[in-house]
């Protein structure tokens, strides 16, 4: 292990693209640069019999991560074989890059991007959360998010009420060349078809 040989970006289980690998470096660098924090990526196939965190904790050591007097370095490992990742925070940014901070990271965005097969979206998607994190920006790009969801969702909700008034003016139309007994049932339907009215239209 203690054999891994230090950079940035060390994909030994070759899973990221080139051009991911270059463009995270260069993030990372680019941080670096800005804030002396110094964070690594690190992809293993497999850490054996080791636990996540005492292998995490091991590699962080040995590289040395952080400035000297500092401590801050950051340290994300993924397993793919084994199914397992840790960011591994230096004391120094346990402070901004709390426990509660890496696992709502890894479980919002690196782990759903894993799940569907893309290793570079969960990296890079999952290193930007990190900087953010570290630069606190994060929660500004993930309150623009949530306005931009509201957004599209108050479209849809829009568009699903004309689609309704559109239905409901057709039904009526042709119910008032039917029989009073057709009517009826027009009304029915019309009144059922209304978004929330019955439930249908509502997702749990």
Not at 88 to 115: H, M, Q, W
Not at 142 to 156: D, N, V, Y
């Amino acid at each position: 292990m203690f054999r891994i040989c230090r950079a940035r970006v060390v994909d030994n289980a070759e899973i990221l693209k080139p051009a991911t690998r270059t463009a995270v470096n260069e993030k990372l660098k680019a941080h670096e640069q800005k804030t002396s924090d110094q964070i690594a990526v690190l992809t293993i196939p497999t850490i054996g019999d080791d636990s996540i965190e005492q292998f995490s904790t091991q590699v962080f050591e040995s590289w040395k991560l952080g400035q000297k007097g500092k401590d801050n370095g950051v340290l994300l490992v993924i397993a793919p074989k084994d199914r397992k990742l840790r960011i591994e925070v230096g004391y120094g940014l346990e402070g901004t890059l709390t426990d509660v901070a890496s696992s709502r990271i890894i479980r919002n965005v690196i782990t759903p991007a894993f799940k569907a097969g893309d290793f570079d979206k969960g990296v890079s998607d999952g290193v930007d959360a990190i900087i953010g994190q570290l630069e606190g920006t994060l929660g500004r790009r993930e309150a623009r998010g949530r306005r931009r969801i509201a957004r599209i969702e108050r479209q849809q909700l829009s568009d699903e009420h004309q689609r309704s008034a559109i239905a409901a003016l057709a039904a009526r139309a042709s119910c008032s060349h039917a029989s009073y007994s057709a009517s009826s049932a027009c009304s029915r339907s019309w009144a059922s078809s209304r978004p929330g009215w019955d439930g249908s239209s509502i997702s749990s």
